[in-house]
């Protein structure tokens, strides 16, 4: 199963830890996985190369199962809005995901 973590730090996703597999079928049939795994690399890539955000990223590339993500504290600025867009379409994206395959993924939001 996976676990997946949002952070928050006052109104914005401050990052986010997800562990685990699915095991919704196959290695590389698993739509639960590809769902959680192209969401959030593509959330990544968009704070860095869309936003231009240093963000802090640690993953298991040899077993998979492990992404942990750390956003910086930004103040109001064009970044921050840019970065909290991308972020709670993130949010949005994995409570449906959750919520659709219940079974296969936990998704908790943290204050």
């Not at 928050?8 to 830890?17: A, I, L, Q």
């Not at 997800?18 to 739509?31: K, L, N, P, S, V």
């Not at 860095?48 to 942990?68: C, F, H, P, R, T």
Request: glycine letters at 10%; a negative charge.
């Amino acid at each position: 199963m996976i676990q997946a973590t949002i952070h928050h730090y006052r109104d914005h996703v401050s990052g986010f830890t997800i562990t685990g597999h699915a095991d919704a079928g196959e290695y590389g049939q698993d739509i639960v996985c590809s769902a959680v795994s192209v969401l959030s690399i593509t959330t990544v890539n968009g704070l860095q190369e869309v936003v231009g955000l240093d963000v802090s990223v640690d993953s298991d590339d040899k077993n998979g199962g492990y992404l942990s993500v750390e956003i910086p504290v930004m103040a109001n600025s064009k970044k921050g809005l840019q970065a909290d867009a991308i972020l709670k379409t993130f949010e949005n994206g994995m409570a449906d995901i959750a919520s659709s395959y219940s079974d296969y993924i936990k998704l908790k939001v943290a204050n």
